[in-house]
């Protein structure tokens, strides 16, 4: 993959009106949906990119939600008519979406307004290939296998805490608006409990220090399946619990998320406290062992580094181009 899979951007200048959108941020990202802009400026500085649409395995969008959203020109409202606008601009000014319907083209959007952002564009959903945060195989417009998870990562600068100086004393941590029917019932059920700390509203203490004190990480979901939780759990060497029913996990086709993670159920949150002590110590040490080894796959590099997201997210395109590319026409072929 690393040698052989190219990417071709749809170019657009500094110029066009829409370069805020189109074009990569000149800043670092930051905050909780950095993986959307993490992932453009990290791709269009790489190797993979190619001005040769006759080598490209792949065809990117490269249309920013988050941009759009906070544009006033655009704002939420206006997202689904410039999603539908910008892929008939690019049908009419180039070949290479009409000859797949879209099957070899892919876009990423970390806000869940991407999710929506396709309504007026059918062939961007049920086609092309939805790099998104929000991947919930429940909802319609997300299929699975063919789309793929952007992890939610918040970027953290330098190297990963000293884990050897932790001192785990709390069974579980959450922390967290309650914003969603699985978030009350976590509350109702282990508000006050001893050993689980469930957190309404801004924490008294750091929340870092949290979760460096916690043997398991809480994962719940709130509007969407996704938050930065798990990879905040990673991060701090916490043995994430997942309760988000229907999360298509990130790089679900690579990692054994059964050897890291544990998975819980929504109806068994009452159970929550007996599942976490059923896990024997031997069988907590291999899970943080494996935190440990797959935390570097849930951070964000510029330049990349071997195994980050950016390569991780790399892959699993990979994964999704289609085995047979397809010619272009000769007018269009730079080597004609």
Known sequence: ??????????????????????????????????????????????????????????????????????????????IQDFIRDYILNISRKYPFWNRTGGADHFYAACHSVGRSAMEKSWEVKYNAIQVVCSSSYFLSGYIAHKDACLPQIWPRKGDPPNLALSKRKKLAF???????????????????????????????????????????????????????????????????????????????????WKSFSVVVSTIDIPLLKKILKGISSDQYLMFQKNVLEVRKHFQWHHPPVDYDTFYMVMYELWLRRTSVRVPLPASMNPNH
Not at 15 to 23: E, I, K, Q, R, Y
Not at 197 to 222: N, Q, W
């Open 1 to 78: 993959m690393n040698r052989s899979f190219k990417i071709y951007v749809y170019p657009h200048k500094r110029n066009d009106p829409f370069a805020n959108v189109l074009l990569p941020v000149d800043f670092e990202p930051g905050g909780n949906y950095a993986s959307e802009s993490y992932f453009k400026k990290v791709l269009m500085g790489s190797h993979f990119i190619t001005k040769n649409p006759a080598k490209a395995d792949l065809f990117y969008l490269p249309f920013s939600i988050s941009r759009l959203r906070h544009d006033p020109r655009i704002g939420v409202g206006g």
């Open 174 to 256: 959450f922390a967290g608006a309650v914003n969603s029917p699985v978030r009350k019932m976590l509350l109702h059920s282990w508000r006050n409990d001893s050993e689980i700390f469930a957190h309404s509203g801004r924490l008294k203490t750091p929340y870092a220090d949290a979760l460096l004190g916690s043997k398991f990480c809480l994962h719940v979901k709130g509007f969407e399946v996704n938050t930065a939780r798990i990879a905040d759990s990673l991060y701090y060497g916490c043995v994430p619990v997942i309760i988000a029913n229907h999360y298509d996990l990130p790089f679900v086709d690579i990692l054994n």
